[in-house]
């Protein structure tokens, strides 16, 4: 008997599975495809077809769980996920244990390394005293810029950001922040910020600004923000000087009175008419242009304080209506010193100040070439001096002081000099010229610098805060008083050269004893032709000859 074979009727779970494994992996594909659109869509910003790719892609994403399900159960419930599934949270546990502890280190160690050979990143122990000190806030706003184009302020406010970084984990009581002064230009005025790339240091309502980025600078600036006692500098009045509370153009110093009280300066006048000595408290004196004679006994009190280690800025005009000097006591107690007064007027035609400032004398030099000194480190900008005279060193002073120039003229006969002719009224020649055996010769010193028992900052290095009692003497002779007038202050870099030669006057530069670092220079050296000539041949023959060897072999043994 014959057996019919009878035809098995499909299980709908076959039929679904069949179903499931046609469509399911184009769905899949489709759902990817449809959520990448709709990214892309998002960012050309093409608000309807977002929503039309996203409502496809959801919709295309359901149909493809409804069709897979089972398949989506078996691998979500299988080995493999489990034990991803404990990996995954082991890392999670791993790695949140790790950021818990790393925020505890930070927060309370020090987890910084310095690695360099010449500890370029460690503060000085000086410094971090100071800091470990501080008994008070002290905030620290720098003003850098953010212009891609200039790479030296990127360079300084970089190098900024690192020092007042390890500065801020040495106290919490230093606070800082960098600010662009261009895209804040209200805190830029308030703060009165002239330069791109200045700090500020401020505590209880005193403010100190620097222009460099230095371990030294930063420090000192801090000593001087938070120290109790400020430094008492007395100007001489009597003798037709520049008048500190003037707002004149030409003959007025309010605007030299209103720095030094930024800096933490009591600034007073006095006179030596009605007072017979230099008071004990005088920081520093200043003779800012004097056109009338000092009588004896004022220049025998200035000569009593210099020989107690007292410290004079003198500023002494030409006299360009008289042909006698007028203040030759001051003349004699200078020469006394080491420094000879000229009784001449400085000219300088290849630096003139007329082409550079409005309001100066032709012929006036505007000089920017300075010798190296603290006083003239900073100075940035050329100095005018209006009316100047010589201010010489003298070559035979002895081992007692030290006597330096500051600034001189241009070098060459005829390009600058010191003119001596006068017409019989005691006026200069409106002609003037060099005359040679008459006339000062180039280059023509216009500062000096004179100290006793102090040779180390004459040469720029610093000394330590506790020899400001015994540094000694220190004189600084300019033979212009003009250059630091509220004309000039600002327009010129007289200001500069003012504070600066006052801050040294007062050992403010030498607050503390910290030398910059400077970091050994290394250079890749170039390499020879055949150098060049091995790392092509290794580089493009040798490597990809190796592999292939490697690979050869390799397939041959299993062959």
Not at 81 to 101: M, Q
Not at 201 to 219: A, N, Y
Not at 261 to 282: G, H, M, W
Request: proline share 5%.
């Amino acid at each position: 008997m014959e057996v019919i074979p009878m035809h098995e009727t499909p299980r709908p779970e076959d039929t679904e599975s069949r179903t499931s494994d046609k469509w399911g992996p184009l769905l899949g594909f489709l759902t990817l495809i449809l959520l990448f659109a709709t990214l892309s869509s998002v960012f050309l910003r093409q608000r309807l077809v977002v929503w039309i790719f996203l409502v496809l892609g959801i919709a295309s994403l359901i149909a493809f769980v409804v069709l897979r399900q089972q398949a989506i159960l078996r691998f979500f419930v299988s080995r493999q996920v489990r034990y991803g599934a404990n990996v995954g949270v082991t890392a999670l546990l791993v790695t949140g244990i790790a950021v818990i502890a790393n925020v505890i280190v930070v927060q309370r160690f020090d987890t910084s390394a310095d690695w360099t050979s010449d500890k370029i990143y460690t503060l000085s122990d000086q410094t971090k005293n100071i800091l470990h000190g501080l008994d008070r806030e002290v905030q620290v706003i720098a003003f850098f810029s953010l212009d891609p184009t200039n790479n030296q302020v990127a360079r300084d406010r970089q190098r900024a950001q690192i020092l007042l970084d390890m500065y801020q984990r040495e106290t919490d009581k230093l606070t800082f922040e960098l600010v662009d002064p261009f895209s804040e230009a209200m805190k830029q005025q308030e703060y009165g910020i002239q330069f791109d790339g200045t700090t500020v240091f401020e505590s209880g309502g005193v403010r100190e600004q620097i222009t460099t980025v230095d371990e030294q600078k930063f420090t000192s600036a801090i000593l001087k923000v938070v120290r109790d006692e400020s430094l008492k500098i007395y100007f001489l009045t009597g003798h037709e000087e520049q008048v500190i509370d003037s707002f004149d153009q030409d003959q007025g110093y309010s605007i030299t009175k209103e720095e030094l009280e930024k800096q933490n300066y009591r600034v007073e006048t006095l006179s030596l008419v009605t007072q017979p000595e230099i008071p004990a408290d005088c920081a520093a004196l200043i003779v800012p242009g004097p056109k009338a004679p000092l009588m004896a006994h004022e220049v025998n009190a200035i000569s009593k304080y210099l020989d107690k280690d007292g410290k004079l800025f003198l500023m002494l005009d030409p006299s360009i209506n008289s042909a006698k000097e007028l203040n030759q006591g001051l003349v004699d107690l200078m020469d006394r010193w080491g420094v000879t007064i000229g009784n001449d007027l400085v000219l300088d035609r290849i630096r003139p100040a007329f082409s550079l400032v409005s309001g100066s004398l032709p012929d006036a030099p505007t000089l920017s070439d300075f010798e190296f000194h603290p006083i003239t480190q900073e100075v940035y900008r050329p100095v005018t001096f209006q009316l100047a005279r010589s201010i010489i060193p003298k070559t035979n002073t002895g081992s007692d002081f030290n006597v330096k120039s500051l600034v001189k003229t241009t070098d060459g006969i005829g390009n600058s000099w010191g003119e001596t002719k006068r017409k019989p009224d005691g006026t200069f020649e409106p002609d003037l010229s060099y005359t040679e055996g008459e006339d000062t010769p180039p280059p023509v010193s216009l500062a000096v610098v004179v100290e006793r028992g102090g040779e180390a900052s004459t040469t720029g290095d610093t000394l330590p805060a506790d020899t400001q009692e015994e540094s000694g003497t220190r004189i600084v002779v300019v033979g212009d008083s003009d250059f630091a007038n509220n004309f000039f202050f600002h327009g010129t870099g007289g200001g500069d050269f003012f504070l600066n030669a006052v801050n040294w006057l007062t050992l403010e530069e030498d607050l503390i004893a910290i030398r910059p670092v400077d970091p050994t220079e290394r250079s890749l050296r170039m390499m020879t032709p055949g150098e060049v000539a091995f790392v092509q041949m290794t580089a493009i023959f040798l490597i990809p000859l190796i592999t292939f060897l490697i690979g050869v072999g390799v397939w041959w043994r299993r062959r």
